[in-house]
């Protein structure tokens, strides 16, 4: 056998490089690559032959086939449901990561015990030992007799078995504990993660078997990260929010079974993940009195609006170059910020350290916040607590424009649900018909909008 050629693969994306360096030239991530060894195509079993020996396949036209809907497994928790589009799909291959201990093996076991019940579900463990999983299972006080159980860490095993029983789903944890036999690289590597994802996935189709992936994030980047395999899987969820609270946050990321960027929010208990039944108002902090420097906004998480407040601290730098800090927002979006609230309202902070915080851990990544972002700073560079009864969006451009932003309605309904009275928005997303109990304030310039707080 030839000697064994050392390559460096990206545990990030999975590029590989002759050289170690630093960055990554196709991600950009530093300290990722990782030395490992180059897999030779006649290494690898599951290579593509084209001597001829494949038999051409049937076509069939489209317009033939029946476009039906995708029938659907609930898992019996709603809002890991709502971030699968539905349910689990037959066939179908989720991807879930997340930082290891988040949750991710609790929720799957939850959500295993309730299908064990009506299918076969096996819960293939490469991490704990089957003890373990029983004491969690009787720790979350589940009824775990229907689910079957394989610790088994070797990829040619899982496959026979799961050709061999043909259960309705199985649930490997994790992708990176699983190796093939077929390639020289250590479980984990951006080879081996590949080659196994891949193989399961081929399994998952060709028998119908809905198989969920566990893969672990991990900072230290001795494993190969669940991005590397996020275009073979077809749905990819990460969970999300801050490990300090008891909430835990699922986004979906890619789906190709329903929307993406649902958000599934749950509380971790001791009886394991349990749903919050209407999670809009999680993200507020509930100051008694008014306090300067914060601003209630709305977002749109897939279809779901949910009210954050937006803390911002501003305060007189006395570095060269001012802080700007952002958590949970674009940092880049900022700087972009406070350059229109200088140019087009004439509110300088060159001499001002800003720092800006999205309560609650949650991350956003829609412009309709701007407009919160901005009156959160000159609340606070001002000093003036913003009515504490007040929701602010809209998106904010760079010629000092308040543009619309999609679902006001939607955004308005669920303030004026939750008992805010007063709306600042952009004029496009005015509602034609008042809400009952809130009064909007249009406005087509950031001007306007921050003359509403010299009134207030
Ligand atoms: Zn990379």
Known sequence: MAKAKTIYSCTECGASEPKWQGQCPSCMAWNTLVESIEETPTSNRY?????????????????????????RQPTGISEFDRVLGGGLVEGGVVLIGGDPGIGKSTLLLQVLCHLGKSAQAIYVSGEESPQQIAMRAKRLGLDASEVELLAEINLEKILATLQT????????????TVYSEALQSAPGSVAQVRECSAQLTRIAKQLGITVILVGHVTKDGTLAGPRVLEHIVDTVLYFEGDQNSSFRLIRAFKNRFGAVNELGVFAMTEKGLREVANPSALFLSHHDGQVSGSCITVTMEGTRPLLIEIQALVDESHSPSPKRLCVGLEQNRLAMLLAVLHRHAGIPCFDQDVFINAVGGVKIAEPAVDLAVLLAIVSSLKNKPLDNKLIVFGEVGLAGEVRPVQGGQMRLKEAAKLGFTKAIVPKSNAPKSKI???EVIAVERLEQALNQLRNT
């Open 47 to 71: 290579a593509n032959k084209f001597e001829g020996l494949a038999q051409s396949s049937t076509l069939q036209k489209l317009s033939s086939i029946k476009a039906a809907d995708i029938a």
């Open 165 to 176: 029983h043909k259960p309705n789903i199985a649930v490997i944890d994790s992708i990176q």
């Open 436 to 438: 009952s109990g809130l």
